[in-house]
C-alpha cells in the first residue's frame, strides 16, 4: 500500500520498484481526495513519519522512499513480501517499556513482522510521557539524575576542605533541573521510536485489549479502534504506583509518575511509604535542601536486607530527614491551592489509637505497585493474574496459561522488578521463539542499588532469607565499616559505610549475598556481582589484590565474623 501525492517524483521511484519485482501494489494519491490531510495526519500519528510516500508491506509500515530502497538492497523487503500469514503479525508487544521494546527489536531482527502498542494513562494529576516506559520517564533515568543534582549539592559543601572557594552563596533551581533532565528524556523517546523504525517495527500509540483468541482491539487516543491479530503476543505493560484509597489521595497527591515533571519545587514534602522508591525520593528532595518526612507504615526496605536497611534510613535521619514511625495517613486535605499549595494530612497510629496531623506543600505517595493488566482482556482469552496485585504466573520461558500469550518484565509474578532484567527476559524470549536459542532468563543473583544518599547496592540473598534457606548454622557472615578517602578531608563521618558478605559454610564458602552501603555501590556491586555468577568464595575474595584507596577493596580484607562479636569500627582510613 502506497500512500503518496500524484506529483510526488519519491512515489513514483516506489512504484517502478515495485513493478520492477512483479509486485502488485495499491496507490492512495492524498491530493486528490478531499479527505486526504486527515488521511495523512493520522499517518503521521501512526508511524511518526509526516512525508510521502508512506509505504506499508502486509500491513509493516516500511517508511519513505529511501527506506523502502534500503529494505530492498538488506532483503528486508524480499521477506516482508513473501510473508503469508493467517495473522497480521507473528508478534505483537503490548507495551513500549524496556523489555517489550528488546523483544520487539530482538523479533524484528530474526526477519518477524512485529507490531508494539503502547499508550500510557495518563496519572490521576494528568501527567503523560513518551515511548519507553517507566525507567526512561518516570523511574531510573530521572531518578539517578535528580540524585545527582543532590550528590554535586553534597560535593559543594565537601569542596571547601579541598580548597575551593565557594563562600558565595549558592542555590538549587528546581525548574532548571527540570527542563534539562525532561529535555534528555525526549531525545531518549525519540530514539526508541528511530530504532523501531529502522527495524521495520510497526508502532502504533493505542491502547491494547483483547477481544477474542489471537486478535486485539487497539484504541487511540481519539476513540478510533482498529483491530490486529497475531501469532504470539508479549505482555509487558509494567506496574503503575498504588493509591491509599482515602480521602483526597487522588485529587492533592502526586507520585513518582509526576515528580520527575513537577513545574515547580515541591517545598516541605511528606512521602509516604518505605520503599525503594520512597527512600530515593526522598533522599534526593531532602539533598536538594527541602523540609522531607518519610511516613513509615512497618518496615523500612521489606525484602532486602533488614540490617542494611537500618543503616540506611539512620543515616538519612542523621541528615535531616524526618522518619513517621508506624503510622498510615487517614485523611488528606487541601488547605491553599497553588504549586506548591498546602495540604493538612491526619494519620493513625498502627498500633493503637494515637492520631497526628501535619501540614506540608506536596504528598509523595511511594505504597508500592500495580500491575497494569486488569484492563487488557485476558479474561476473555483465559489468561490467568493473580487477584492481588494482577501479576502473571508464567513458566520458566515467560509462557503464560495461554500457550500463545507471553510476559516480561514487573508484572511477572515472583520475579525481579528491574528494568536490566526485564531486556535480558525479552531478548532471550524472542530468540527462542523466532531464533535457534534455547537459553533462559537468569533471575538468580540480580545485583541491584538504591540511590539514596548513601547508596546501597546488593546482589543474591539478604541475611534474613540466606538463613530461612540455609540454616544459621550453616553460614558464615563477614563484616566491617570502612572510611571513603573522599570523606576523610571533608569531616564526613566514620563507621558508617558498611560492608558485608554471607558465605555458605557448605559449599566451600561460597558468597550468597553480597551488601555495600556507601559512594558509588552500584558500580562496586556490579564487579562483584559477575564474580558472583562464577562462583565467588571468601578464598577467592582473600587472595584478590585490592585497589587503594577505593571503597571495593574492603571485600578483599574481610576478617571479622559477625558471630564473633568482634568490634568493626575504624580508627583510620
Not at 507471553?406 to 531464533?435: H, M, N, S, W
Request: charged share 20%; hydrophobic share 40%; glycine share 10%.
Amino acid at each position: 500500500m502506497i500512500f503518496s501525492k500524484s506529483c510526488c517524483p519519491h512515489g513514483a521511484r516506489v512504484k517502478e520498484l515495485f513493478s520492477s519485482l512483479g509486485v502488485g501494489y495499491n496507490i492512495l494519491d492524498l491530493d486528490k481526495l478531499e479527505d486526504g490531510v486527515s488521511i495523512q495526519e493520522v499517518l503521521a500519528e501512526m508511524t511518526n513519519q509526516k512525508t510521502v510516500p508512506n509505504i506499508f508491506v502486509n500491513k509493516v509500515h516500511v517508511g519513505g522512499c529511501d527506506r523502502t530502497f534500503q529494505a530492498h538492497q538488506s532483503g528486508l523487503l524480499q521477506k516482508l513480501l513473501k510473508e503469508d500469514s493467517a495473522y497480521d503479525y507473528d508478534l505483537i508487544v503490548i507495551g513500549g517499556g524496556s523489555g517489550g521494546l528488546a523483544c520487539a527489536k530482538e523479533a524484528a531482527i530474526l526477519g518477524k513482522k512485529v507490531m508494539v502498542l503502547d499508550f500510557v494513562v495518563p496519572s490521576p494529576q494528568g501527567t503523560s510521557w513518551g515511548l519507553g516506559g517507566t525507567c526512561v520517564n518516570v523511574g531510573c533515568i530521572p531518578k539517578k539524575l535528580m540524585h545527582q543534582a543532590a550528590l554535586l549539592g553534597q560535593a559543594l559543601k565537601d569542596s571547601g576542605k579541598f580548597g575551593w572557594d565557594c563562600s558565595h552563596e549558592v542555590k538549587h533551581n528546581w525548574e532548571v533541573m527540570v527542563e534539562a533532565i525532561q529535555n534528555y528524556i525526549s531525545s531518549l523517546n525519540w530514539g526508541y521510536r528511530l530504532s523501531l523504525r529502522e527495524k521495520a517495527v510497526t508502532y502504533v500509540n493505542s491502547y491494547a485489549e483483547f477481544v477474542e483468541h489471537h486478535t486485539i482491539k487497539a484504541t487511540n487516543k481519539k476513540g478510533q479502534e482498529t483491530c490486529f491479530t497475531a501469532a504470539k503476543f508479549v505482555l509487558a505493560t509494567g506496574e503503575r504506583p498504588r493509591y491509599l484509597g482515602i480521602q483526597g489521595d487522588k485529587e492533592y497527591c502526586i507520585t513518582s509518575d509526576d515528580l520527575f515533571s513537577l513545574p515547580y519545587c515541591p517545598g516541605k514534602t511528606l512521602v509516604v511509604g518505605a520503599s525503594y522508591v520512597a527512600l530515593e525520593c526522598a533522599g534526593f528532595l531532602a539533598g536538594l535542601g527541602l523540609d522531607v518526612t518519610v511516613m513509615v507504615r512497618s518496615v523500612v526496605l521489606r525484602g532486602f536486607d533488614q540490617d542494611l536497611a537500618d543503616r540506611l534510613s539512620a543515616y538519612m535521619e542523621q541528615h535531616g530527614v524526618t522518619f513517621l514511625r508506624k503510622f498510615v495517613p487517614a485523611q488528606i486535605q487541601q488547605l491553599e491551592k497553588g504549586s506548591p499549595g498546602k495540604l493538612k494530612v491526619v494519620a493513625k497510629s498502627t498500633e493503637g489509637p494515637e492520631t497526628i496531623s501535619g501540614v506540608y506543600n506536596t504528598v509523595l505517595l511511594a505504597i508500592g505497585r500495580d500491575a497494569c493488566t486488569r484492563r487488557l482482556g485476558l479474561e476473555k482469552i483465559g489468561v490467568k493474574i493473580s487477584d492481588k496485585d494482577g501479576k502473571i504466573p508464567v513458566n520458566d520461558v515467560e509462557q503464560t496459561n495461554v500457550s500463545y500469550v507471553y510476559a516480561v518484565g514487573d508484572i511477572l509474578e515472583g520475579k525481579p522488578e528491574l528494568t536490566p532484567v526485564a531486556i535480558q527476559a525479552g531478548k532471550l524470549l524472542a530468540r527462542r521463539l523466532f531464533g535457534a536459542s534455547s537459553e533462559k532468563c537468569d533471575y538468580i543473583n540480580v545485583p541491584t542499588t538504591i540511590f539514596t544518599p548513601l547508596e546501597y547496592g546488593c546482589c543474591g540473598l539478604s541475611e534474613e532469607k540466606a538463613i530461612e534457606i540455609h540454616k544459621k548454622e550453616n553460614l558464615e557472615v563477614f563484616h566491617s565499616f570502612f572510611w571513603p578517602l573522599e570523606w576523610t578531608l571533608a569531616g564526613r563521618e566514620n563507621n558508617t559505610c558498611y560492608a558485608k558478605i554471607i558465605c555458605n559454610k557448605l559449599d566451600h564458602d561460597r558468597v550468597i549475598g553480597f551488601h555495600v552501603l556507601g559512594p558509588n555501590a552500584g558500580e562496586i556491586t556490579q564487579g562483584f556481582a559477575v564474580a558472583m555468577k562464577c562462583g565467588l568464595t571468601k578464598q577467592l575474595l582473600d587472595d584478590t589484590v585490592g585497589i587503594h584507596p577505593t571503597c571495593g577493596e574492603v571485600f578483599t580484607t574481610l576478617d571479622v565474623t559477625k558471630s564473633s562479636g568482634l568490634d568493626i569500627t575504624q580508627k583510620g582510613c
